[in-house]
């Protein structure tokens, strides 16, 4: 079964846009990670935010985590073409796996 | 090598076949992580190996599957009499350590039994 669900399931902006995606998981967690999928391809890892961190930035990406809440959002800024692939919150929770969401296909046009 | 290697990249099995599919981790990478992903969800847990030990596999779907990674390096889950339900991407994963570090995937590969 899956931990988290990612809110949109698809996302279609234009380019130069921001895109923001949420995830929200039902267990306590040591980690929350994200990653990208583009189509027939494996998952690429884009960032992690630890449970006692509220918010991280990694280039153009801004992550934030709640615990209170159970919840973290991923903000894609000035969006660009290349962009568009699936994405992907994963929660670790120190059982030595992470339980992937359900994703949100964002589809980004020039 | 510089990524993780999985192959065949697609295989289509007759339903009741029996297929292997291999994983080349990346050169040191402790644990290896399998994962099963059907069209339009997320990856599903399947099995993890911290060296050649399976540490946990709870997530094999039934008996029919079986993963073994003898000499700690190369992984092969194999699946036995394939059902069409078993129609998925199967990806594989390496870290270094434990996955607080995050994973390298794998391109996966794509099962179709018809």
């Known amino acids: 079964s899956q931990q988290g669900e990612e809110d949109p399931q698809a996302l279609s902006i234009q380019e130069g846009e921001n895109a923001t995606m949420n995830c929200s998981y039902k267990?306590?967690?040591?980690?929350l990670q994200w990653y990208r999928q583009n189509s027939g391809r494996g998952l690429v890892h884009l960032i992690l935010?630890?449970?006692?961190?509220r918010e991280k930035h990694s280039g153009r990406l801004r992550v934030t985590l709640d615990t209170s809440k159970k919840s973290s959002s991923l903000l894609i800024t000035a969006s660009r073409a290349a962009d568009t692939a699936s994405y992907f919150c994963a929660t670790y929770t120190g059982f030595q796996k992470l339980v992937f969401g359900t994703g949100t296909r964002l589809l980004v046009s020039p | 090598g510089a990524g993780v290697s999985q192959s065949p990249r697609y295989k289509v099995a007759k339903r009741g076949q029996d297929v292997a599919l291999r994983c080349d981790p990346i050169s040191g990478h402790v644990s290896l992580f399998w994962y099963q992903q059907a069209l339009g969800q997320g990856p599903e847990f399947l099995t993890y190996f911290q060296n050649e030990a399976q540490l946990d596999k709870s997530g094999l779907p039934s008996d029919r599957f079986f993963a073994e990674r003898p000499e700690g390096s190369v992984s092969t889950l194999k699946i036995q009499r394939t059902q069409q339900e078993d129609s998925a991407v199967y990806l594989c994963?390496?870290?270094?350590?434990?996955?607080?570090?995050?994973?390298?995937f794998g391109s996966g590969t794509r099962l179709t039994v018809v």
């Open positions: 994963a390496s870290s270094l350590g434990s996955p607080a570090y995050g994973y390298t």
């Open positions: 267990t306590s967690i040591n980690n």
């Open positions: 935010i630890r449970s006692n961190e």
